[in-house]
């Protein structure tokens, strides 16, 4: 059964870091996944951490659609076992759905790693979503 997990922290505690190390696992053990982050702080389409560990991965702008990315790569003969979502903090709740629908309906697990809230404690929109 697959699931939609949620590791947060706070900024320098090794989420980035984390969402590699999960990536790395997952695929030793033969299993086919992508990497998805937003703002990240080497740029765009890069998931990186503090360690200086990079991986490509696909940019999450506004407007992305985490079912429709999904299910054209499955339409098109593309394998995908397993999500790694970084900055998640920064989806939109409607994109957090997104990836709930995809742990129901397609079995595909998901991984999500983010800040909870803003320096005045107010959740951010992605962890809100997530958290509920």
Same mark, same amino acid.
Not at 58 to 84: A, H
Not at 114 to 121: A, E, M
């Given at each position: ?38 703002? #990240?702080?080497?740029?765009?389409? &890069? ?17 992305? #659609?985490?079912?429709?990315? &999904? ?32 742990? #129901?309906?397609?079995?595909? #697990? ?23």
């Amino acid at each position: 059964m697959a699931e939609l997990q949620f590791f947060t922290g706070t900024m320098d505690s090794g989420k980035s870091t984390l969402a590699l190390q999960t990536n790395h696992n997952h695929a030793a053990r033969g299993r086919v996944g992508r990497i998805f982050t937003s703002h #990240d702080r080497a740029g765009q389409a &890069v998931l990186s951490s503090r360690l200086g560990l990079t991986h490509d991965a696909e940019q999450v702008p506004e407007d992305f #659609d985490f079912w429709k990315y &999904v299910v054209d790569s499955l339409t098109q003969g593309g394998r995908i076992d397993y999500l790694i979502c970084d900055e998640a903090q920064f989806y939109s709740p409607a994109q957090i759905d997104q990836l709930a629908k995809l742990v #129901d309906e397609l079995q595909i #697990d998901v991984f999500a790693f983010g800040i909870l809230t803003d320096f005045r404690r107010t959740l951010f929109p992605g962890s809100g979503r997530l958290v509920e």
